[in-house]
């Protein structure tokens, strides 16, 4: 069965600094995966999805994440933090027309 | 369109009571999905429809809960003989045919058994 493992269920990073949230996936078939971010009192937003087309994906809010085989990986990215960042975010993967999820990991951002 | 609507928000029940919750989907959506979150989890797939068939059910879903969908459009969950154990956040999404892993989520209803 396809499954993600989000490595750090809390990460702090400094405003203006790199965040790099972590996620690993199980597959034996090239996976479908996504980064969810859900804010205080609202329900789960599409960040991104890998869908084979381009190992290096583009998000809204400027967040990335780059699909790596070898690393069995799909890490989250940006550049510079915000203090809007401020949120839960979850890994998923969609092994078939359903997602699974994972722990998810909160994200606080230090003024 | 406003999205996928949940409600109610927050439901405070008994032990034993039977709960219903409500989810209207985004309006062109064909699937909907129902999800259960707890502390410290992500979501966990519960079932889902495709208009009005509800084509899968997850093992975590037992025999007091059911869903439906009568008309393709809303849906409702409902829980018999609540349990304490079925405290969490209940989360519906919807999705449209051709995107279906792209879910739209509502903000949930938080059900407390006490």
């Known amino acids: 069965a396809q499954s993600v493992t989000q490595l750090g269920s809390h990460v702090s990073v400094s405003e203006g600094a790199l965040v790099l949230l972590r996620c690993n996936y199980s597959s034996s078939v090239p996976p479908y995966l996504f980064w969810y971010v859900q804010y205080p009192n609202q329900g789960l937003q599409l960040l991104l999805k890998y869908t084979s087309a381009a190992t290096l994906v583009k998000g809204i809010n400027g967040f990335e994440a780059e699909f790596k085989k070898s690393e069995t990986s799909f890490h989250l990215t940006k550049p510079s933090a915000h203090m809007s960042d401020a949120a839960e975010y979850f890994c998923a993967v969609s092994p078939d027309q359903k997602l699974t999820f994972g722990t998810g990991t909160r994200l606080t951002i230090i003024p | ?114």
């Open chain 2, 1 to 114: 369109d406003t999205g996928v609507s949940q409600n109610p928000r927050h439901k405070i029940t008994k032990r034993g009571q039977n709960v219903t919750f409500r989810c209207d989907p985004i309006s062109e959506h064909n699937r909907l999905y129902w999800y259960r979150q707890t502390l410290g989890q992500g979501p966990e797939f519960l079932t889902y429809f495709q208009n009005e068939a509800q084509l899968e059910k997850s093992r975590l879903l037992s025999d007091r809960f059911s869903a439906e969908r009568p008309k393709g459009s809303f849906s409702t969950l409902e829980i018999q003989r609540t349990e304490q154990g079925d405290s969490a956040m209940y989360l519906c999404a919807s999705s449209q045919t051709g995107d279906n892993e792209k879910l739209f989520f509502g903000s949930g209803t938080q059900l407390s058994v006490l």
